[in-house]
């Protein structure tokens, strides 16, 4: 299958989307400034979501601990999505090609439909819509269903950052400390926090953790420019603060995943999900909207 991009330019922005590999992004970049990771080459013609900008986690985020959970009755038994994994990741919707719907030189709509399956029992529709705004990129992100039945969901961008020569500034409450594969234990408040919350170069961290008690608000910077990234839930027509944050600093990777997320990872299998952000959606919409709102850095004047 030959997979093509489409590209967007407004406002100073140049975005370029690949609905085919799994509605990612491939680029965004600001008056020639990237504000993400630029795509891996070959990532687009082959379809490999983790090689891009960004990629959307729906109807789920993180994993579901053996693919294995019950909800209003339905037994899943999903299986692991990505090679060398036990547990599916991410959802469903970076490993399917997506749909446009609409498209202009500052906009882009795209959509997919999914009737249910082994990789997730109940129907749904999920859509990415892309918005190049004076003064900011918004992604919103959504996901409805289409079932009878009841169902869990959680939902998030999966945004890679160039780490190289960044600094990253966040206000959270906690971290949740994790086991063997990534999975949440209990919450702490390490120096981590501290840190974060006065900025710190992110090659200084190494985490893969979800923070609790954000403020919805993250800086980043580099030595000539910079963002602030902002997120916000809606469910149907009533919005809420977004209040988790998963963060990725793997050492020497030259990137960093800054993942604003309506739930905590490895939710759907604790005692109580709906604590940790799960949304049992009944003929409903949860959305998460994400703003990354660049700006230019001014050195000293002389």
């Known amino acids: 299958m030959t997979v093509h991009s489409i590209s967007l330019s407004a406002h100073g922005f140049e975005l370029e989307v690949a609905p085919e590999a799994g509605g990612g992004i491939a680029g965004l970049s600001w008056y020639g400034y990237p504000l993400l990771r630029p795509a891996i080459e070959g990532a687009v013609a082959s379809a490999d979501p983790l090689g891009l900008s960004c990629f959307p986690m729906t109807p789920y985020v993180s994993r579901i601990v053996d693919g294995v959970f019950t909800w209003g009755g339905v037994r899943t038994a999903i299986p692991p999505n990505m090679a060398g994994g036990s547990h599916p990741l991410h959802g469903i919707g970076w490993r399917n090609p997506w749909r446009v719907l609409a498209h202009s030189d500052s906009f882009l709509e795209i959509e997919l439909h999914h009737f249910g399956d082994i990789s997730w029992p109940w129907a749904f ?178």
């Open 125 to 302: 529709i999920t859509r990415q819509l892309f918005h190049l705004l004076p003064d900011a990129f918004e992604l919103t992100l959504s996901v409805e269903s289409l079932d009878p039945r009841p169902f869990p969901a959680s939902l998030g961008p999966h945004p890679y950052f160039v780490s190289d020569a960044a600094t990253l500034q966040i206000c959270a409450e906690s971290l949740w400390e994790t086991t063997g594969e990534a999975l949440p234990s209990h919450t702490a408040r390490p120096p981590a926090i501290d840190q974060l919350y006065r900025s710190v170069k992110v090659t200084e961290l190494d985490l893969d953790h979800c923070f609790e008690g954000w403020n919805g608000r993250a800086q980043i910077d580099w030595p000539s420019h910079g963002l602030i990234l902002e997120a916000n839930l809606w469910v149907d027509e009533t919005p809420s603060p977004c209040t988790r944050l998963q963060l990725y600093t793997p050492p020497r990777a030259g990137f960093f995943c800054l993942e604003p997320v309506t739930a905590r990872a490895v939710a759907f299998t604790t005692s109580n999900p709906k604590e940790l952000g799960v949304i049992e959606l009944e003929q409903q919409k949860l959305s998460i909207v994400t703003r990354i709102v660049p700006f230019m850095k001014v050195g000293p004047t002389t």
